[in-house]
């Protein structure tokens, strides 16, 4: 009995010792199981956590390019490129616009001296070019009619430092006796050193636009710095105070009597000329608002008359416009800048242009 009792015990003892050790040898497997399913989570968390501060360096990346490039473009909403089309030898590349060329003196250039090349500079060239075009369309709000033609240059006129812009027009008799200056083509030339600069193309690219108008030499290069500094964030110029003018020896404002320099080099009058028709510009729209000048050429446009003048437009006729536009005369405010000017009337400007034209017919 006693034996038998002891057997019991014995057996009951490693029966409940062999419970205990298939107990834990369940719980090892199974906490076994749960560390591995653990650290798997654990790794997919890591390689989800890597993969997306992958993807929040490369949008980073791509964000901090989008900055880069909107600073040196001004905007990369480009249009589509189907309509640039190279030429076989890579000299002549059209697009919707333009029409862009590569001089004589720039096809020995190491950048230019193979077809391949031209033609891919060409066409980056234009897409570029295109998608300003639509950018300072859509400050103004009206577009030059005919294409404009780019030439690209190493040197132009024995400088770098030169661009310009010019409007060829030519004045044709018509049939009811009136002479029409009639814009032929617009064409702007380049030295690569000014090309490669977006303000400079800003600018040229304004005085294609506006320049159709026959704008005094002031105001078309004020307007131009305009938009050069204000929206291509160009740094060449700067406004200054319009009260602090400088005079001729007539005791006239020496902006009005700018005729505009071709000169690579500019003094300091031509440069404080420059900021200071810029700053008259400046100021105008910030008294009138952004539509003041889409709608200061929506008036020109409408009645043409700028069509029929017999040279340049003058400051007086300019000063009529920009008064319609503003809603309000504008003659004291030019007057106390010292411009020499004088109040028209729509009557005053037709009766100018008849006796003008009977003098051409002569």
Same mark, same amino acid.
């Given at each position: 009995?006693?034996?038998?009792?002891?057997?019991?015990?014995?057996?009951?003892?490693?029966?409940?010792?062999?419970?205990?050790?298939?107990?834990?040898?369940?719980?090892?497997?199974?906490?076994?199981?749960?560390?591995?399913?653990?650290?798997?989570?654990?790794?997919?968390?890591?390689?989800?956590?890597?993969?997306?501060?992958?993807?929040?360096?490369?949008?980073?990346?791509?964000?901090?390019?989008?900055?880069?490039?909107?600073?040196?473009?001004?905007?990369?909403?480009?249009?589509?490129?189907?309509?640039?089309?190279?030429?076989?030898?890579?000299?002549?590349?059209?697009?919707?616009?333009?029409?862009?060329?590569?001089?004589?003196?720039?096809?020995?250039?190491?950048?230019?001296?193979?077809?391949?090349?031209?033609?891919?500079?060409?066409?980056?060239?234009?897409?570029?070019?295109?998608?300003?075009?639509?950018?300072?369309?859509?400050?103004?709000?009206?577009?030059?009619?005919?294409?404009?033609?780019?030439?690209?240059?190493?040197?132009?006129?024995?400088?770098?430092?030169?661009?310009?812009?010019?409007?060829?027009?030519?004045?044709?008799?018509?049939?009811?006796?009136?002479?029409?200056?009639?814009?032929?083509?617009?064409?702007?030339?380049?030295?690569?050193?000014?090309?490669?600069?977006?303000?400079?193309?800003?600018?040229?690219?304004?005085?294609?636009?506006?320049?159709?108008?026959?704008?005094?030499?002031?105001?078309? @290069?004020?307007?131009?710095?305009?938009? *050069?500094?204000?929206?291509? &964030?160009?740094?060449?110029?700067? =406004?200054? %105070? #319009?009260?602090?003018?400088?005079?001729?020896?007539?005791?006239?404002?020496?902006?009005?009597?700018?005729?505009?320099?071709?000169?690579?080099?500019?003094?300091?009058?031509?440069?404080?000329?420059?900021?200071?028709?810029?700053?008259?510009?400046?100021?105008?729209?910030?008294?009138?608002?952004?539509?003041?000048?889409?709608?200061?050429?929506?008036?020109?446009?409408?009645?043409?008359?700028?069509?029929?003048?017999?040279?340049?437009?003058?400051?007086?006729?300019?000063?009529?416009?920009?008064?319609?536009?503003?809603? @309000?005369?504008?003659?004291?405010?030019? *007057?106390?800048?010292?411009? &020499?000017?004088?109040?028209?009337? =729509?009557? %005053? #400007?037709?009766?100018?242009?008849?006796?003008?034209?009977?003098?051409?017919?002569?």
């Amino acid at each position: 009995m006693h034996s038998e009792l002891l057997f019991r015990e014995n057996w009951e003892g490693k029966f409940r010792c062999g419970l205990k050790k298939n107990k834990s040898d369940r719980w090892c497997t199974q906490m076994l199981i749960f560390r591995v399913l653990i650290g798997t989570w654990l790794i997919f968390l890591m390689s989800c956590s890597s993969l997306q501060e992958l993807q929040k360096a490369n949008l980073k990346r791509q964000q901090d390019a989008h900055a880069r490039m909107k600073d040196q473009y001004v905007t990369l909403e480009k249009p589509s490129d189907t309509n640039v089309n190279v030429s076989g030898d890579g000299l002549k590349i059209d697009s919707t616009h333009y029409s862009l060329s590569f001089s004589e003196d720039l096809q020995q250039h190491t950048e230019y001296d193979t077809v391949s090349e031209r033609q891919q500079s060409g066409h980056g060239y234009l897409v570029f070019m295109e998608s300003l075009y639509q950018f300072i369309y859509q400050i103004f709000g009206f577009e030059p009619e005919h294409k404009i033609h780019v030439i690209l240059h190493e040197i132009y006129r024995g400088t770098k430092l030169m661009a310009t812009t010019t409007v060829h027009s030519q004045n044709r008799l018509q049939s009811n006796g009136e002479v029409l200056k009639i814009i032929r083509g617009i064409e702007m030339n380049f030295p690569m050193n000014m090309f490669a600069q977006l303000p400079v193309r800003a600018h040229e690219l304004t005085h294609a636009f506006t320049q159709i108008y026959l704008l005094p030499a002031w105001f078309a @290069e004020g307007i131009a710095v305009w938009v *050069e500094v204000e929206y291509a &964030k160009g740094r060449d110029h700067r =406004k200054v %105070e #319009i009260n602090k003018m400088k005079l001729t020896l007539d005791g006239l404002n020496a902006a009005q009597e700018w005729g505009g320099d071709l000169d690579a080099g500019a003094d300091a009058l031509t440069e404080w000329r420059y900021n200071y028709c810029y700053a008259i510009v400046a100021e105008l729209k910030e008294r009138f608002g952004e539509d003041f000048y889409p709608k200061f050429f929506s008036l020109m446009e409408a009645d043409k008359l700028y069509q029929r003048l017999p040279g340049q437009m003058t400051t007086s006729f300019l000063v009529y416009y920009l008064s319609q536009a503003a809603g @309000e005369d504008l003659v004291p405010y030019f *007057e106390s800048l010292k411009f &020499k000017i004088k109040r028209l009337s =729509k009557d %005053e #400007i037709l009766d100018a242009i008849k006796s003008a034209n009977k003098t051409l017919r002569r």
